[in-house]
Structure formats: structure tokens, C-alpha cells
């Protein structure tokens, strides 16, 4: 998984699309995000609301961040 992660980690625009797209915008409001409403108004509500979902994917969103860094340097 991780291999997987740093060979994706070259091309620097689609790493922070991805960041902005799983660790970012779901967990907020944002003009991206897309779902039917009314039916998962709530949904959407709980998972910007779920403060401990939110560090978890912090902790995972860090992780992300680490190997691109990391993997950045090592291409240098």
C-alpha cells in the first residue's frame, strides 16, 4: 500500500487534488461535495459534526502528507 502511495506521490497536482478530495472536503462544506438531498442531508451533517472521525482522518490525512514528502525528498 504504501509503495503504491509513493508512486503516485510524483505527480504533485493529482497528490493534492487527492488530499483536497479524501481528507479535506468530505469533512466540511465545500462547493465540491455532492449528495442527494434531502435523503443524506443528515449523513452529511454527522460526518462534518464527528469530531473524532475528523482527528482520525487528520492522523491519516499526516500519514498521506509524509510519504509524499518523504518520497519527494528521496526522488531529489
Known sequence: MLYAV??????????RLTEQVVFSDPYKISQ????????????AEAVREDNILK????????????????HSFHKM
Not at 6 to 15: K, P
Not at 55 to 70: Q, R
Open 55 to 70: 482527528l482520525e482522518v487528520a492522523e491519516l490525512k499526516s500519514m498521506y502528507c509524509f510519504i509524499f514528502v518523504a
Open 6 to 15: 509513493a508512486e503516485f506521490c510524483g505527480n504533485v497536482e493529482l497528490s
Open 32 to 43: 465540491y461535495n455532492r449528495w442527494t438531498s434531502p435523503h443524506l442531508d443528515r449523513d
